[in-house]
């Protein structure tokens, strides 16, 4: 009979991930960092909606990326027929909405978003079709000091996360004309090794040749290895602008390398392209990718105005600070409340609100229809909550309006127990958590 079958299964969709609490836990730490490290350079969050109209990324990611070509999830509004897209990058968006509300109007903008990206693309290591960025865009700043500001303050995150072991890699794309002068060397240089591009460099000789330079296939390598270097094609002002941001990471001790086959992706960008890399990621080892994208704004219909960012993949570099060890999930609170009786119950309930009142983190016990379970169980759940201290309160803590107070860290035997008066129980741990500055389990918020 069809009502004694169980209802199927639905599952979450293919390269769209759940992040479950135990993993949730190095988000919260990746962001917070993040956060207060952007902020110490003066950047101020910006969210952006997650769908856009699709020629807004047709437009700012050009026609002829892997981005565009094949990797958009766009649909039609079946509402009003709009063509819409899960935006795939946060550049697009955030340059849109600079644009919308005047932002620059009173000068230059330091702007940090982070959220999901959406991207079909075959799902792998380091690779999904919902990621995450967490990115920064400074739009109208020229010089190149904000180039390396943007590169020093990843350093300053790695550094505060722990992470060692990512390197930077650098280069500069020129402008416009001078990629111009290079792509037609470069083109006949490509066409003199034909017989070596695989398909899909033959498919981007003449659409977007620049990308064959990044290509992974080895059998290629030497041959790109030998091919035009923009490097050699700037002209003085793009020459004195790579120099500028070079001589500030020199000064600044920020080691990096100089790759001339780094090029990015996507159309918009110009002059300075960084990606930080790791090799311990296998093939997907990029954690983060930026540059200069001095042409999109005017592109966007605005007055020409300067821009440049970075994004980060926030997934990569999760796995990343797992591999340096970050893995211990946080105690789930600084007190654990157990009770039995519904007097009891009723009296920590009371209690938990004092206790957060005083900045700590409480959890209490719950009872079910049946009662909230013998003080063993209950204990056992105190224990395995990380806990500091259990409060207890039963029949007799009741009757004497007192409440019983256990350390739950430190050597058996030597756990301290105290029973104290129901009013002073906040006051007594609160004086206890003061008084234990070493105590790495407890998180009293000050
Ligand atoms: P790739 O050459 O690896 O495809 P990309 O040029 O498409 O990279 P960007 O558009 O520059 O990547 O995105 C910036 C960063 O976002 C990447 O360096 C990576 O860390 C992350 N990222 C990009 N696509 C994905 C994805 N599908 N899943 C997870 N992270 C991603
Ligand atoms: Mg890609």
């Not at 300067?306 to 609170?333: D, H, W, Y």
Request: hydrophobic share 40%; charged share 25%.
């Amino acid at each position: 009979m069809s009502e004694n079958k169980k209802p199927e299964k639905i599952v979450g969709i293919k390269g769209m991930n759940d992040i479950l609490p135990a993993d949730a836990h190095l988000w919260e730490i990746f962001e917070n960092t993040a956060q207060s490290i952007l902020q110490s350079y003066g950047y101020q969050n910006i969210r952006t909606p997650v769908v856009e109209e699709t020629r807004l990324f047709a437009r700012a990611i050009g026609a002829v990326t892997d981005i565009v070509e094949k990797e958009m999830y766009s649909f039609t509004d079946s509402m009003n027929g709009d063509q819409l897209t899960l935006r795939p990058e946060g550049t697009a968006g955030v340059v849109r909405a600079v644009l919308e509300h005047n932002l620059t109007y009173e000068g230059p903008k330091r702007l940090w978003y982070k959220g999901q990206m959406f991207r079909h693309e075959r799902p792998q290591r380091g690779r999904y079709r919902q990621f995450h960025q967490f990115g920064a865009e400074a739009v109208g700043f020229a010089g190149p000091d904000i180039d390396a500001e943007l590169i020093m303050l990843c350093r300053r995150l790695w550094d505060d996360l722990g992470l060692q072991n990512i390197r930077l890699e650098l280069n500069s794309i020129g402008d416009a004309e001078e990629r111009a002068r290079h792509r037609v060397d470069l083109i006949a240089y490509l066409e003199k090794h034909e017989d070596i591009l695989d398909a899909e460099a033959k498919r981007r000789l003449h659409s977007n040749p620049l990308r064959i330079l990044d290509t992974k296939n080895p059998a290629m390598q030497e041959m790109v290895n030998g091919a035009p270097k923009l490097l050699d094609y700037l002209g003085d002002a793009s020459r004195a602008h790579f120099d500028g941001l070079r001589k500030i990471l020199d000064r600044n001790n920020v080691p990096y390398i100089v790759n001339t086959r780094l090029v990015r992706g996507i159309d918009y960008y110009n002059r300075t392209v960084f990606e930080w890399v790791t090799d311990e990621l296998g093939a997907q080892g990029t954690v983060c990718a930026g540059g200069r994208y001095d042409p999109l704004i005017e592109m966007f219909g605005g007055k020409p105005t300067p821009g440049v960012g970075f994004a980060m993949g926030i997934e990569r570099l999760i796995e990343l600070m797992k591999s340096a060890g970050e893995t211990a999930a946080p105690n789930q609170c600084d007190v654990y409340l157990v009770h039995q009786g519904e007097e009891a119950q009723m009296q920590a309930f009371i209690l938990g609100e004092r206790l957060r009142d005083a900045g700590l983190d409480v959890m209490l016990h719950c009872a079910t229809p049946a009662g909230a379970g013998s003080f063993k169980s209950q204990m056992k759940k105190a224990d395995g909550s990380g806990a500091a201290f259990a409060v207890i309160i039963g029949d007799d803590e009741v009757a004497n309006n007192t409440a019983n107070v256990k350390a739950l860290r430190g050597e058996e035997g030597e756990q301290q127990q105290a029973t104290v008066p129901f009013d002073d129980v906040v006051d007594h741990i609160v004086d206890l958590v003061v008084g234990d500055h070493g105590h790495d389990h407890v998180h009293y918020h000050h």
